[in-house]
């Protein structure tokens, strides 16, 4: 089973791991295009005022700008202890024990505007990327990534499950045909649903954890419901490649 994560906005800082190699990196057939992609962000950040504009951050945010400048020699950590926010907190891999890490590591892979995607081991530095971003002198940033990401995840996934829990942008980088997604709905008094948005990070991350603590190896989303189940969420099958998250 494959787990694809949404990245986050927020990251930590720091790290203890040598810098960025992204030859080392998992699904080495993306390296071409990380290696642009690192250029060009790199570029972008020796002129504050575009990469601004670009990254949409606002003149407090130059921190972001000064990551992005040091991509190549900052200090990287594990990108399951680089992302922050609301899934990640919900995931609570600080809680894991060692063997649980290690099966967070095999089953995890998590989005990336800069990267396509990575293993939940891969060592990469902190930066500030969208994947709505478009850097100058490059396409999309989802036409950049259309030929080489979708490919590469169907490769890693090596015929198991595969369950995308990223956010419309970042599937649009690369989808994956077969992949069970989740969509997390508020149910109302009245029985009417509607999508939530904060909530839905939570709920996710709380998926994502189900996931990998379990010791079931899901092959389908009935498998998938009954691991949601289990850890004490209410799931329904909404398709054959469409789970729902209810609160």
């Known amino acids: 089973m494959l787990v694809l994560l949404p990245p986050s906005e927020t990251k930590s800082d720091g790290g203890t791991d040598v810098p960025l190699d992204l030859a080392a990196l ?4 993306l390296t071409a295009v990380r290696e642009r992609l690192v250029d060009a962000v790199t570029k972008l950040a020796t002129d504050p005022d575009a990469a601004r504009t670009v990254l949409g951050l606002g003149k407090g945010a130059d921190s972001e700008i000064a990551r992005n400048a040091a991509l190549r020699t900052s200090p990287t ?43 939940a081991s891969d060592p ?15 396409p999309t940033l989802s036409a950049v990534w ?12 090596n ?6 829990l990223r956010s419309g942008t970042y599937q649009q980088l690369g989808r994956v045909p077969g992949a069970v997604t989740a969509n997390v709905l508020t149910e109302h008094p ?9 909530f839905n990070k939570h709920h996710k991350g709380l998926l994502a954890r189900a996931l990998v603590l379990t010791r079931a190896e899901p092959t389908d989303v009935r498998g998938l419901a009954r691991v949601a ?17 209810i609160t």
């Open 26 to 29: 998992s699904m080495p057939q």
């Open 77 to 119: 950590r594990p990108a399951l202890e680089r992302y922050t926010g609301v899934l990640y907190d919900a995931l609570n891999a600080r809680s894991f024990s060692k063997p649980q890490r290690a099966k967070a590591y095999a089953r995890l892979g998590i989005g990336s505007a800069l990267f396509g995607a990575v293993r």
């Open 124 to 138: 990469i530095p902190a930066y500030r990327l969208s994947g709505g971003s478009k850097l100058p002198g490059l």
């Open 146 to 157: 259309r030929d080489s990401l979708a490919d590469a995840l169907l490769a890693e996934a």
């Open 159 to 164: 015929g198991d499950l595969v369950v995308d």
């Open 190 to 198: 009245d029985g009417s649903r509607t999508v939530v948005s904060h």
């Open 229 to 245: 189940s289990k850890a004490g969420l209410r799931a329904e099958i909404a398709s054959p490649t469409e789970l729902l998250i």
